[in-house]
């Protein structure tokens, strides 16, 4: 069987199943990937790409000036995890400082 896998991070997820594939034998496996200087591996042909544009330094700028893990990202996911548990196993929420 010919089987193409595109993974930007080589093998990623696809480790174990790559080999079991490979084990199996008479497969053609190819490997798409951006990862460049990957050592060979017997029975997978591995092809590198280069990503297509590239972000501006002040892409995410205005992220991480906003950002804020305390008092904005952790009691929100901490209300919602409350949300799912009994009362008395809930998550006590930070002091705001």
């Not at 790559?18 to 084990?23: D, E, G, K, V």
């Not at 951006?34 to 029975?43: E, L, N, S």
């Not at 790409?49 to 990202?73: I, L, N, Q």
Request: include cysteine; proline fraction near 7%.
């Amino acid at each position: 069987m010919k089987i193409l896998m595109v993974h930007q991070n080589y093998p990623g997820q696809y480790r174990e199943i790559l080999s079991w594939l490979i084990a199996q034998g008479g497969h053609e496996i190819v490997f798409l990937t951006q990862r460049q200087g990957i050592a060979p591996r017997d029975g997978v042909k591995i092809v590198s790409y280069p990503t297509h544009h590239r972000p501006s330094e002040g892409a995410y700028a205005h992220v991480v000036k906003s950002y804020d893990f305390e008092k904005v990202c952790l009691p929100q996911h901490l209300r919602q995890i409350n949300a799912l548990v009994p009362k008395a196993k809930a998550i006590a929420l930070p002091k705001s400082k």
